[in-house]
């Protein structure tokens, strides 16, 4: 397999930047807004913009480079069958832009790419474990991997909830990324791994707070799909298992946030997937941070995780691996107690009813009925007056 040099990597970097950018700022796409979106000058454009660049640009540096060029067309039924799926995300998260699409329909589509996704060879199938360890998932592999794919994909776009968080994690992430799949001899992943950090860069001008352009849940989505799609395939190594750690400490940040919104809601009693307002990004701003403030903080949190993830990648000592792990966990830790998340699980409806049911058994372990007492003890307020102290109507 032919390998790509760094010329390479900066052209397709430069050139997914600069026709996000060129994209961003041209096309005239009115339509791609709803009418308070609109009426702000502010309009969904960046799943079409993003989408373009990556493509464009790995074409153009195709022209230029023959080892590219080579890749591709050594790999054109496996980039052609992504290709497809990443097109009927784009293409859902377009119409869901346009109107409100049901959740059952949009985790059928999601579903659907992902199997298209698996059937061409993007497959968790052998995971290796960072102290060496290794596994196949054998009958499990499809159901996980559609899982990762569908999970992440729907990660991303929750996370969509402030400008310039979602663009600007992408590319923290697939930056890292690009390096292992560059580093475990994966090189067409690198390149398009570069081109979605390239296109996010020449979009996020546009989509920081106060944002013009909005990434929409056709840029969301997308971004989400790619991101999980090619994280699994650049972290498969030489011996043809995956490094599951790499992945998910990358990606850390909207797997937590997805994770405790589905968990606090489910603990409240409620639907996972009715939307609020109580993500990470909503907690921060709470605290008194700005728009700016709170989009830093998340990006901070964001290069700890691809830091640990690089060095459980590159460092082959356990003493570093242990510490990168202890540093993903620790920053874990931080957000679950500094944002409150702990104690709202705590007292959260069904904590609240479990911790009461556990008190009563206990209480009525230390306390038990008399012997040959049949009926359990009334509560105090339904108990009856003895008759000295009964009144009279």
Known sequence: MPSLGLDVYL???VLAAAGAWGLTALLPLH????????????RRVGGLAIFTAVVVALLFASLASSDLSDLLADQKGETAGLLGA????????????LMEVNFKIKFLVQTAAAALVFAIGYRIEDVSLPWGASFSLEWAAPLL?????????NAINLIDGKDGIATGVAIIVAVPLAFIAADADNPLVAAQLVAVAGACLGFLPFNLPVASRLLGDSGALLLGFLLAALAIEGSIGVTGSMFISVPIVALGFPILDTLLAFVRRLADLRHPFVADLDHIQHRLEQRGLSDRAVVLSLYALCILFSGAALTIHYLEATVAELLAFL????????????L????SLWNSASVVALRSALASAVGRQRHPSPPGSDEPE????????????????
């Open 11 to 13: 052209l397709i970097f």
């Open 31 to 42: 339509r791609l807004a709803r009418p308070a979106e609109a009426r702000l000058g502010r």
């Open 86 to 97: 990443v097109l009927m995300i784009l293409l859902l998260g377009l119409l869901d832009d």
């Open 145 to 153: 991997t559609i899982l990762w794919l569908v999970f992440l994909t």
């Open 327 to 338: 540093a993903f966990g620790a920053a874990i830790t931080a957000v679950l107690f500094r």
């Open 340 to 343: 409150g998340y702990a104690s």
């Open 378 to 393: 009334a509560p105090y307020e339904d108990r009856p007056l003895p008759a000295s102290k009964r009144r009279p109507f």
